[in-house]
């Protein structure tokens, strides 16, 4: 079984001051929501896309009544996943579970 959980001073090797990082992610969130209201969503979505490290892999997305496998492509305009299914059909994930699975790569790359 893998261990999911984790914790700010054992990522970091050492202690995290929880005021400095709840300070630091309510600058970005004040940013983000500053880039939002003057420019659009565009750049978040850039941002997004480019720090994802999912796209290009293979995923497994649990959602509330099924579970779809397939290359995670992209991210749409509206913010959901698009994954290709092995079939070719395209499906779009607006919430989920994402999982990357091992030998994650691409076949297509």
């Known amino acids: 079984m893998r261990i999911i959980a984790t914790s700010l001073k054992h990522e970091a090797r050492e202690s995290i001051s ?4 709840l300070g630091r992610i309510l600058r970005e969130l004040e940013h983000w929501y500053s880039v939002l209201l003057k420019v659009g ?3 978040l ?5 480019t720090l994802t490290s999912t796209l290009g892999k293979r995923v497994k ?19 959901e996943l ?4 092995p079939s070719g059909r395209i499906e779009k994930v607006c919430a989920g579970d994402v ?8 076949k297509e790359q």
């Not at 929880?18 to 990082?21: G, L, M, P, Q």
């Open 41 to 43: 969503r565009r750049p």
């Open 61 to 79: 997305v649990s959602m509330a009544k099924r579970i779809i496998s397939g290359i995670a492509e992209n991210i749409d305009d509206d913010g």
């Open 18 to 21: 929880r005021v400095e990082f």
């Open 82 to 85: 698009i994954v290709k299914l």
């Open 45 to 49: 979505l850039d941002e997004w896309r």
């Open 99 to 106: 999982t990357i699975l091992k030998n994650s790569k691409s």
